[in-house]
C-alpha cells in the first residue's frame, strides 16, 4: 500500500448500506448489485460484494483494474479465484458467520438425534405418539475441521455431556486438546456416533466424506455437514441414507433441485444453505468493512485477504 489517504469510493449492494456507513469520513458510496447492472465507471476502492453472489459469471465479469479490493460477505471463496482473474483481490469476512454456522450446527445435530422433525409432522397431523430416541449425552462426537467454526462448535457442545474428538489435517495439541490428523480418521470413524463436518473446501478435502468414509461409520451414526456441499459425495449419501442419518446445511447441488432423491432420503434433514443468516451477521459484516475503511484510509494493508 501507498501512504494514507482520505478519499474513498466505494460500492455498497444495496441501498440499506447508505445509513449505515454514512458516517464513515471522506468516503463516497455508490449502491452496485453486480446481478443488476454493469460496473460503476471510474475506480472502486473497495467493492461490498452481495452475500448470496457467488463465484461463476459475476467475478469473470469485473474489471478488476478498476477495483481495489472486493469485500466478501461470505466466509468462503471457493471458486473465487478463477473466477476473477488476475489482478483481482479479494477478503472474504471473518469472524461473520463461524458463530451463527456453529449455532445452527448443534442445532442441526440436536434436532436429528431428538427426531424432531417426525414430531412436526406429527403436529401437522395432529397426532400424539411418543419413542424414544437418542441423546447428545454419553455421545463420542467428531469435530472435522478445528477453525474458526469447528473451534465454535466446540465452544458449543461443551456441557452437552458429549465427549468430543477432534480431527484436522494434522495432529496437534493446541488449547490444552489433542486434536487428531486425518490420516487417522479410519482408526477414529468406526469409534464416533456423530460426525460433525466443519472443514474448509478445498482440493484436499473435495469428496472427504465419501463411501469409504461412511461405511466406517457404525450403524446409526449421524453426520452434519456445515462445510461445503463438495466435502460430501452425494451419491454416497443417498446409498448410506437409512443406514446412517443425516442433517447438513450445504448440498452438491445448490439448490437442491425438486425431485432430488435427498428430499424423501431416509434419515436426512435438509437446510437450505442459511447458516449465516441470522440477526448477527448484518452488525458483524458492517464491523468488517468498517475495518476494511479504516485500513485503507491509513493507507494499511487490508485484513484477511484470500485472493491477489
Not at 461470505?74 to 472474504?92: E, K, P, W
Not at 495432529?171 to 477414529?188: K, N, Y
Not at 434433514?269 to 468498517?290: D, K, N, Q, W
Amino acid at each position: 500500500m501507498t501512504g494514507p489517504t482520505t478519499d474513498l469510493r466505494v460500492s455498497v449492494p444495496e441501498e440499506t448500506w447508505l445509513a449505515s456507513l454514512a458516517d464513515e469520513p471522506g468516503t463516497e458510496l455508490v449502491v452496485w448489485d453486480p446481478r443488476e447492472a454493469d460496473q460503476p465507471d471510474g475506480h472502486l476502492d473497495l467493492v461490498v460484494w452481495p452475500y448470496d453472489l457467488g463465484g461463476g459469471n459475476a467475478f469473470t465479469r469485473l474489471d478488476v483494474s478498476r477495483i481495489g479490493l472486493v469485500q466478501l460477505q461470505s466466509l468462503g471463496y471457493d471458486g473465487v479465484a478463477d473466477a476473477i482473474g488476475d489482478g483481482g483481490r479479494v477478503a472474504n469476512a471473518v469472524g461473520v458467520h463461524e458463530e451463527s454456522t456453529a449455532e445452527l450446527a448443534v442445532a442441526l445435530t440436536l434436532a436429528a438425534l431428538r427426531e424432531l422433525p417426525s414430531h412436526v409432522r406429527q403436529q401437522e397431523r395432529g397426532e400424539w405418539r411418543k419413542a424414544f430416541t437418542s441423546s447428545l449425552i454419553d455421545r463420542r462426537v467428531m469435530l472435522l475441521g478445528h477453525g474458526g467454526i469447528g473451534t465454535q462448535v466446540a465452544a458449543r457442545l461443551d456441557g452437552f455431556g458429549c465427549e468430543l474428538v477432534r480431527v484436522a489435517s494434522r495432529a496437534r495439541d493446541e488449547d490444552g486438546v489433542h486434536v487428531h490428523g486425518t490420516d487417522e480418521l479410519h482408526t477414529l470413524l468406526p469409534t464416533v456416533d456423530v460426525v460433525v463436518v466443519a472443514v474448509p473446501y478445498s482440493e484436499a478435502t473435495h469428496h472427504l466424506v465419501d463411501a469409504g468414509f461412511l461405511a466406517a461409520l457404525p450403524d446409526g451414526a449421524l453426520v452434519v455437514n456445515v462445510a461445503r456441499g463438495k466435502v460430501a459425495d452425494t451419491d454416497a449419501i443417498v446409498a448410506e441414507a437409512g443406514r446412517l442419518r443425516f442433517a447438513s446445511d450445504v448440498w452438491d447441488p445448490e439448490p437442491l433441485p425438486s425431485g432430488h432423491p435427498l428430499w424423501t432420503a431416509p434419515g436426512v434433514l435438509v437446510s437450505p444453505h442459511v447458516g449465516g443468516m441470522t440477526s448477527a451477521m448484518r452488525p458483524r459484516i458492517e464491523r468488517v468493512v468498517r475495518g476494511q475503511l479504516a485500513r485503507l484510509r491509513a493507507g494499511e494493508e487490508p485484513a484477511d485477504v484470500v485472493v491477489g
